[in-house]
């Protein structure tokens, strides 16, 4: 193992870190990203093996990353001041531990019959949000079109919770191309369309999820199948136009879920 303690801003180690934390181009010019606390690193570890490098501030560290620094003791370690750290951190309490990884190329199963496809999502958190939640639904593959922002950020990183280790992750899509060659029904979450529970979600299924704001766009509606959406209850002059993107896709991706378990049932 080689120990650094850096103190500089200037060192060219530091500042090619930063720009993998901000810059999207960086991480897909070196497929490498950061990975910030235990669970993250524990969950890449168990995929991946171990990170090319270790990053931990001066001072204390919480128990469960001082217990994880010293299972991956071999490993290259650099150690921070606390302000240079937090630079480099996505959250401002961090459990004292980051990892330096390879992103890994996504494997694509051959035929999937339980597909996300997620249009424009510009939040990082949303898209980690929404990548763990079809993970937990059993989806096998997720499209990003090149509208979406990067799911190899450390805030969409955090957000999925090792979702992205798990569930293939195809990004730079288009659209209507992932759409026209999916091998089964094609359904857009929309304001307007047909109920979701009035489906039947048993056979190949892929969900189209749109922009945080704008939602899916003409083209796409156009392109699938069915538009659908999720009825919401009114409460007397109160009607919310809409559940957030991420909140919609749990809904849709576990809706189908359900149907598929009970089908097996």
């Known amino acids: 193992m080689a120990f650094k303690h850096i103190t500089s801003r200037d060192n060219p180690v530091f500042k090619q870190l930063r720009k993998l934390v901000d810059q999207s181009r960086e991480r897909k010019k070196t497929a490498s990203t950061l990975l910030e606390g235990v669970h993250l690193i524990e969950a890449y570890l168990q995929t991946y093996g171990e990170p090319r ?4 501030p001066e001072g204390q560290s919480s128990v469960e990353a001082t217990g994880l620094i010293q ?4 490993v290259d370690t650099m150690l921070l001041p606390t302000l240079m750290f937090a630079e480099l951190a996505p959250v401002a309490s961090s459990s004292g531990v980051m990892a330096l990884v390879d992103i890994p190329a996504p494997e694509v199963p051959e ?4 597909a996300l496809l997620i249009e424009d999502i510009q939040d990082p958190g949303n898209l980690g949000s929404m990548l763990r939640t079809a993970t937990a639904a059993g989806v096998q593959v997720a499209y990003l079109t090149k509208g979406c922002t990067d799911a190899w950020s450390p805030k969409s990183l955090r957000g999925g919770q090792g979702a992205q280790f798990v569930l293939p992750v195809v990004e730079g899509v288009d659209a209507l191309e992932i759409v026209n060659r999916f091998d089964g029904h094609t359904l857009a979450l929309t304001m307007h369309g047909e109920s979701l529970y009035k489906q039947a979600l048993h ?3 892929l969900f189209a999820v749109g922009n945080e704001g704008a939602g899916i766009s003409a083209a796409l509606q156009s392109a699938v199948n069915t538009c659908v959406t999720i009825p919401m209850a009114h409460h007397g002059t109160l009607a919310l136009e809409s559940l957030n993107a991420a909140a919609a896709t749990a809904v849709a991706l576990f809706e189908c879920q359900r149907q598929r378990l009970s089908r097996l049932g």
């Open 53 to 56: 490098l270790l990053i931990i």
């Open 71 to 74: 299972q991956l003791a071999d």
């Open 111 to 114: 035929s999937a019959d339980f």
């Open 203 to 205: 056979a190949p299924v």
